[in-house]
């Protein structure tokens, strides 16, 4: 019996934190081309044979620094002072639901995405949130902030079997990530919170206040083209 309760309490805990650990440390490194979100892409659109996964993977350097700061701009502008949760904006969220009753929204960090992203499926439950939270942390403290945005940079959703900067602005404008323009990164950045129903045209059409608001704070650091 005590083998059994060693068995569940102490040595399969220990191995999935010791392969959890072997998993983030290789990712630390490697160019990460495959994650369970664009798995599960795959299998829903099984039965679309045109469908496929694009992602063209590049460093953080060949990723221009107007479309880095369009993102943190509008996913996470707490990014490097915080430690992987804004508890800060949670508050926030939390009074404006008390006072105004407004919804509460999402607001996952950077960290939070990539640590979703690339060890879990998405699923809405409390048991992925809680895996989510325990490689948000482990990613946090193994790969840094710079490694953390430049995997952020290539596997977000961009769009429908679209997963990257790179792949995204060679679709969207038909130019490499490292030329990309103010209006072009800011309409980018604004696809990201619902990148199934959204595409840089759309936002400039019907999200075009938003658009105007992160292309003019980005035209205050940049000299607009």
Known sequence: MKRIIDYIFIYIPVT?????????LAYRWMPIRWTP????????????????????????ENISPVLIDAILLTEDQRFYSHNGFD??????????????GKDIRGCS??????????????????????????????????????????????????????FGMEAACQRYF???ASEISVSDAAALACVLPKPLTRTPETVMSMHAHRHSTVASELGKRYHSD
């Open 16 to 24: 999935l934190i010791a392969i959890s650990l072997i998993w983030v």
């Open 37 to 60: 979100l664009m798995l599960k892409r795959t299998i829903e659109n099984a039965a679309n044979q045109d469908y496929r996964n694009r992602q063209a993977w590049t460093s953080k």
């Open 87 to 100: 508890f800060q904006e949670l508050q926030k969220m939390k009074k404006e639901h008390l006072t105004n």
């Open 109 to 162: 960090t950077i960290s939070q995405q990539v640590a979703k992203n690339c060890f879990t499926f998405g699923s809405h439950t409390w048991l992925r949130k809680g895996i989510e939270a325990y490689y948000t942390a482990l990613i946090e403290i193994l790969w840094g902030k710079e490694r953390i945005l430049e995997v952020y940079l290539n596997i977000a959703e961009t769009g429908r079997g679209v």
């Open 174 to 176: 038909g130019t490499p």
